[in-house]
């Protein structure tokens, strides 16, 4: 049985929040010594490793990779893609869009599950949601100078939010993905595994590929590329795992959408990112979607977001 969620659960998920926000500031300000590509290249691979060496060594577990290994090549490329829009993306746009758009998931994966699974299908309260949360993005998108015109939105920075919606619909297809398969009832550290591994191997030939290998060794780069493998894609997610498995998963999720908050803070502080009335208006309503869809006394997916990351 899992418990409601308490005072230490929302303390430790206020934190979660707060570092997933930060990921993609970690990100922005690397791209001067490491590309992005390679940046999330590398932390895919650091943290796949220490996944496998914590659920061998730490958790003794035993993985069935014959059953599972397709299911987890599906979601590891559709993990290497979210985060190859997401690193194209902020070579674009702002690292407060990003995680705006980025943490539209939960719609796409709402939608998705509600077409492949029965018990799965979305009420008229949460499509109601959903319709006011792409209302949002169009707001968003359709008028970004409401009231400064000095903020111009340009075709380089649009390009860079349809990758980050893009990047969000990556990650919402992941949940449905693991919903669907087998995944679904494998050790969440199996389905992280797969994500991570394979990503690092399409990412790392994507970098090669495209000649994104520009490194340049600086303190900042390597405290930025500890933060994202050790902190974020290792340590963040197994956290997540363990108040999954002991808090009832409706209701964390909803503590999730501090994250986009979160990270449009981080981005106007941190690297001072312009905000316009256009883009906060639209925020909102995505955000104001987003909770509609989750109060419902679930989140979407959440039995498969329990197997999935980002």
Not at 93 to 101: E, N
Not at 144 to 161: C, R, V
Not at 290 to 295: A, F, H, R, Y
Request: net charge positive.
């Amino acid at each position: 049985m899992r418990s409601p969620v308490n005072a230490q659960a929302a303390s430790i998920m206020l934190v979660l929040c707060l570092l997933w926000g930060a990921q993609q500031v970690a990100i922005k300000v690397t791209l001067p010594d490491v590309s992005s590509v390679l940046q999330v290249s590398i932390r895919s691979g650091v943290a796949a490793v220490l996944v496998w060496l914590v659920a061998k060594l730490v958790f003794k577990e035993r993985w069935q990779h014959r059953a599972l290994l397709p299911a987890g090549i599906v979601v590891g490329v559709l993990f290497a893609a979210e985060f190859w829009f997401v690193a194209e993306g902020l070579n674009r746009t702002t690292a407060s869009h990003m995680s705006v758009f980025l943490y539209t998931a939960p719609i796409w994966a709402a939608v998705g599950l509600h077409l492949k699974i029965p018990e799965e299908r979305l009420s008229g309260r949460q499509w109601i949601g959903i319709a006011t949360a792409f209302l949002g993005i169009a707001v968003a998108f359709i008028v970004p100078t409401i009231g400064d015109g000095s903020a111009s939105l340009t075709p380089e920075m649009l390009l860079g939010d349809l990758l980050a919606l893009a990047a969000g619909a990556a990650w919402g297809l992941t949940t449905v993905a693991v919903r669907v398969s087998r995944l679904s009832e494998a050790p969440p550290t199996q389905t992280l595994f797969y994500q991570l591994a394979i990503s690092f191997v399409l990412l790392t030939v994507v970098t090669v590929l495209i000649g994104q290998l520009h490194f340049v060794s600086t303190p900042t780069a390597w405290l930025s590329l500890g933060f994202q493998a050790v902190v974020i894609a290792f340590g963040s997610y197994l956290v997540w795992y363990w108040l999954l498995r002991r808090y009832l998963a409706a209701r964390l999720g909803v503590l999730t959408l501090l994250t986009p908050i979160f990270g449009v803070l981080a981005g106007v502080f941190l690297l001072g990112d312009p905000l316009t009335p256009g883009f906060i208006a639209g925020s909102l309503l995505v955000l104001a979607g987003l909770l509609i869809v989750n109060v419902k006394g679930r989140a979407p997916g959440s039995s498969g977001r329990a197997n999935t990351v980002t």
